[in-house]
């Protein structure tokens, strides 16, 4: 937690020596690869963390598919919170206690609704192979291929995934968590835009519709969402 609390990703590659037995030249090789990289892709489109290590010196292979930047950006800050935290308590055990505070939007979920979902679609699962049962063919409840939550997930992220970066724990998490995205700032009308945008104050540009996709997200989840909580927001 320390080594990434401190670690200036933008600007250092990280080198993991196993077995400490990298040489100068192999670091120095690294280091000028790092730059190079930075170099063609100075926006992080393609890679965001160099990480390389003894056995693998290219620093993409596992950073390929992400984390994204802002994802890299919230890694660092709270592995800054997760040091100051044990510095000034001393007690482990408050890791494991998760912080919400650095999210724009906390999304709860519905126990209640869940458990209805899953246990009206579970019933079905009893008459799936049978010809008759006690509903028709029209009227049957197909079982849940995935469960809900994973589903609302997959359906937020294909829609909204330009504007909101989401985050969600395991299976069983009633909270989903989200960031809006730093580079969807202000920008000119164009025939296609990201994300819903709406025109600011002096009418020559745009800004996120921030109000406009939370709405549209409550609609999509339906009873699934408890309440939707935004950052600032009284």
Known sequence: MHLISRW???????????????????????????????KLDPRFNRTVLFVAESHDTSGTTYTRDGPSRVVANQMVKLARSVCEL???NGDLKLLLQPSLKHYDV???????????????????KQSHFKNLGERSHSTAVLPLAEPPVKVLLQQLQAQYSTALVFFHGGQDDHIITALWNPELDQRTRKVEMPASFKPTGNGDTLEVDRVSILAEIARIGGDMIEKIKVKGAT
């Open 8 to 38: 200036d990703w933008p600007e250092e590659p990280l080198v993991v020596d196993h077995s400490d037995s990298m040489t100068a030249e192999e670091r120095s090789a690294i280091f000028a690869r790092f730059k190079e990289c930075r």
């Open 86 to 88: 044990v510095r000034a």
């Open 106 to 124: 906390v999304i709860t979920l519905s126990p209640k609704a869940l458990k209805t979902i899953t246990r009206e679609h579970g019933a079905s």
